[in-house]
Nanobody, 116 residues
Framework: QVQLVESGGGLVQAGGSLRLSCAAS????????MGWYRQTPGKQRELVAT???????NYADSVKGRFTISRDNAKSTVYLQMSSLKPEDTAVYYC??????????WGQGTQVTVSS
């Protein structure tokens, strides 16, 4: 089992930047990939970016070149640096941790609002 605590959401103007953090605790050595997903009302949760323990990266096309995911294995923390934010990036952002056995866990979510 793992607990995920997110921070860093908020309100920002279009073109601005925010950094999200997600700290994991518990069975951290069972974690393979960590990542960020987002969801808006009435829509399915969608992938934003993921990073594996070995450093392999995956980004949604909509955020490539604007968002950067990174991971500090020593701190069991994953970060999402978001730049050139657009109003369509407004969503609740969720941290995800996937175990090597395929089981995954979610954070409580943090709101990101980008004003035009």
């Amino acid at each position: 089992q793992v607990q995920l605590v997110e921070s860093g959401g908020g309100l920002v103007q279009a073109g601005g930047s925010l950094r999200l953090s997600c700290a994991a605790s518990g069975s951290i050595f069972s974690i393979n990939a960590m990542g960020w997903y987002r969801q808006t009302p009435g829509k399915q949760r969608e992938l934003v970016a993921t990073i594996t323990r070995g450093g392999s990266l995956n980004y949604a096309d909509s955020v490539k070149g604007r968002f950067t995911i990174s991971r500090d294995n020593a701190k069991s923390t994953v970060y999402l640096q978001m730049s050139s934010l657009k109003p369509e990036d407004t969503a609740v952002y969720y941290c995800n941790a996937m175990f090597f056995n395929g089981r995954d866990y979610w954070g409580q979510g943090t709101q990101v609002t980008v004003s035009s």
